[in-house]
């Protein structure tokens, strides 16, 4: 690019930015993405059209068209919602035996005293499956029958940010596609009125977990597969509204003179961000009718609200699963709901009651909601956070955890996952996982699998390596959870 381009490219950027006239944050991402992120992976060719997928999409017949990403951000117990350890409870305030740690990395309790903290709550065994599950979670217990438990997850990245980039991205550098955004380059979207990946968060407990919003980007993909945040309160979308006195007429006058100039330009420079930026355009202007509509619960039955637990507007996690309802049915084809409230350092009991009074009645309600429209069997729910918390004592404000990453539990539920069965295991006190075990590239694996994607075959070259969501190690579609 020469000068006089550079020149060109920041004079519109001017021009836009001065008319006034919002256009969404999806379009205002774009606006700013750096114009040479698309044109160094020129192999990244963009999809045909809006909403189409990659030529070839998917590989195989899909089990799901849709997932549900629902992220407990901070690390919730494994021990105390899904793992039951009698041994545990019976070492509880004795020295940890060093053969399980010595040598391992602790975030926190590093040449401390370790000491062993058991179970504080009671577990016991429910629906015709027998799932164990902790008096934490009495929601949870009415659908053991629906959910597929993975009881031996392991992840590679021991603090928040990069364990929360480990598993949106499937590595710790910062800067890659998040999951959704690859599902979305690949297969495209079913909604032309609502961007394809949605992401809202929530709060609600202990030191709520601050979650950056390069977690849900596009990496070194076009930026208009990047996720869209809508925001609980308020406004859903930055700038969606026009401001006073700007008729749809004007501006969707705008948006076709701006889109016009931007092909004309495109048609010299050959730049796929700049085609990305014109979809972005075009998509929110479509957002101004289509969001306010989405966000507008009031015409749900008064017993779907009273079975989430949801007030309209209240940003609550409630609301955020009943909009998540609504936006799959709108065709959105990713939607991750962060709920930040889950690092349990101290006052586990305290906070552990506090979290899953806010999640678990409305987790629930998503899945029998999903099930009785017949949806679910079309959906993949995915609930767990980046890593788990260790079977050692850690002393702030009462009881807690620290980070653990060699054993905790994560569970999946709909299309083509068998329910009411527990898979893989950790060892007597909650440390290891010691059968069957699950890396988060093969959580990866297997959720492409169920939207028809081979993750071996699914590359794009990049800085001249063929990259791909689950990374250059061996990872492993989980067969066994299947049906």
């Given at each position: 690019m020469n000068f006089p381009d550079l020149s060109n490219h920041q004079n519109r950027r001017t021009f836009l930015s001065s008319t006034g006239v919002g256009l969404g944050s999806a379009a205002l991402s774009s606006l700013l993405a750096n114009d040479l992120s698309a044109s160094d992976s020129s192999s990244t060719s963009l999809p045909r059209g809006l909403t189409e997928g990659l030529a070839g999409f998917p590989h195989f017949g899909q089990k799901v068209k849709r997932v549900i990403f629902l992220c407990m951000a901070g690390g919730p117990s494994h021990l105390e919602s899904f793992d039951y350890k009698p041994k545990l409870a019976e070492l509880d305030g004795r020295p940890m035996p060093n053969s399980f740690t010595q040598g391992q990395p602790i975030a926190q309790l590093q040449g401390q005293e370790l000491k062993c903290l058991g179970p504080l709550t009671k577990f016991n065994q429910y629906g015709q499956s027998g799932q164990w599950i902790s008096d934490f979670l009495p929601w949870h217990q009415?659908?053991?029958?629906?959910?597929?438990?993975?009881?031996?997850?392991?992840?590679?990245?021991?603090?928040?940010?990069?364990?929360?980039?480990?598993?949106?991205?499937?590595?710790?550098?910062?800067?890659?596609?998040?999951?959704?955004?690859?599902i979305n380059y690949g297969l495209g979207s079913e909604s032309e009125d609502l961007p394809g990946f949605?992401?809202?968060?929530?709060?609600?407990?202990?030191?709520?977990?601050?979650?950056?919003?390069?977690?849900?980007?596009?990496?070194?993909?076009?930026?208009?597969?990047?996720?869209?945040?809508?925001?609980?309160?308020?406004?859903?979308?930055?700038?969606?509204?026009?401001?006073?006195g700007i008729s749809m007429q004007q501006q969707q006058e705008l948006v076709a003179a701006v889109n016009q100039l931007n092909r004309h330009r495109n048609k010299n420079i050959q730049n796929p961000e700049v085609d990305a930026r014109i979809a972005a355009y075009e998509m929110a202007f479509r957002m101004q009718t289509s969001v306010p509509e989405l966000m507008d619960v009031s015409n749900e039955p008064k017993h779907i609200l009273d079975m989430y637990g949801a007030s309209p507007g209240d940003g609550t996690y409630a609301s955020n699963c009943l909009l998540a309802r609504r936006l799959a049915e709108r065709g959105v084809r990713f939607i991750q709901l962060y709920h930040r409230g889950w690092d349990h350092h101290g006052g586990l009991e305290r906070y552990m009651n506090i979290c899953c009074d806010l999640t678990d009645k409305p987790t629930y309600a998503l899945i029998q909601d999903l099930k009785q429209r017949g949806m679910l069997d079309e959906t993949l729910i995915i609930w767990g956070g980046e890593f788990g918390r260790t079977p050692m004592f850690q002393g702030k404000g009462g009881a807690g955890r620290d980070h653990h990453i060699k054993g905790f539990s994560m569970w999946m539920a709909g299309g083509g996952i068998q329910p009411g069965i527990s898979h893989g295991a950790t060892d007597e006190l909650g440390y290891n996982a010691t059968e069957d075990v699950v890396h988060v590239r093969d959580l990866h694996a297997t959720m492409l699998h169920q939207l028809g994607i081979d993750h071996n075959r699914f590359t794009v070259k990049f800085q001249g390596l063929d990259l791909k969501l689950t990374g250059v190690e061996k990872a492993r579609v989980v067969k066994e959870i299947l049906l």
């Open positions: 009415k659908m053991a029958d629906d959910i597929c438990v993975i009881k031996s997850m392991v992840t590679e990245q021991i603090n928040h940010d990069p364990a929360h980039t480990f598993m949106n991205t499937g590595t710790a550098i910062s800067g890659r596609p998040s999951m959704g955004s690859w949605v992401v809202m968060t929530s709060v609600g407990g202990r030191n709520p977990q601050p979650i950056a919003s390069r977690q849900w980007g596009a990496g070194f993909l076009p930026s208009r597969f990047q996720g869209v945040e809508f925001n609980s309160t308020g406004d859903p979308v930055h700038y969606v509204s026009p401001p006073p």
